[in-house]
């Protein structure tokens, strides 16, 4: 009984360490999102949504793997046990967040697999980051990867259906219906493309437009200090 109870002590505490892991990242999404709201009234992250495989998905894996079950079995051979999906608005913009991530010195990257340069043949597009996380612990720090899925809104919502349409045929997916999926996909994908073009669109007309303000404001000296105000409002001035 003391054994056991040992055992689950541990399972629990192993567990507890992937939950501590996501709880970080999110953390760290978080403090991106509200800096980039903040300061630029723009965020490159739309939402973020967050997943922890069951104990029983786990030994599951290990089965089909063919590896021992045990806790350093898990720890070395499944990497996705914690993760983190990551929605953005612009396939761009799923690059400045991944940069992001990449720059920050307590989190180790471990792999990266880009699958929007390189999609899936079934049309899967996602970028996906392995990263380890130091989780301080009261008596040790424990390394833990997690396992980050960036992507498009439209991107996003494909793999949805996609899972979804695997889930209700058990895998065994009619020919049709994959033929269908990716042509989907590759409509989601030329959605994403137009809808960049236009963001870049708009932006240069907003850089323009803010480049022709500033170029009407006018310099004026008052007390030895300098201002720049509409030269239109100068006129009225003048005038009065």
Known sequence: MEQLKSFRDEVTRFMMTY???LDEMETKIDILKQEFQTLHDYSPIEHTKSRLKSPESIVNKLIRKQHDISLTSIKEHI??????????SFISDIYKVSEMLQQQNDLKVLDIKDYIAHPKSNGYRSLHLLV????????RTEHVCVELQ????AMDFWASLEHKIFYKYNQDVPS?????????????????????RLQHEVQAIKDAHDAEEREMLKTIHINGQQFRIPGTLLDILGQN
């Open 19 to 21: 939950k501590f892991a």
């Open 176 to 196: 049709e219906l994959l033929t269908e999926l990716k042509t989907a996909a590759d409509s989601a994908s030329s959605l994403d493309l137009q809808m960049e």
């Open 79 to 88: 990497r996705d046990i914690a993760g983190l999906r990551i929605t953005c």
């Open 132 to 139: 380890e996380v130091p989780v301080f612990l009261s008596d």
């Open 150 to 153: 960036i992507r498009t809104i």
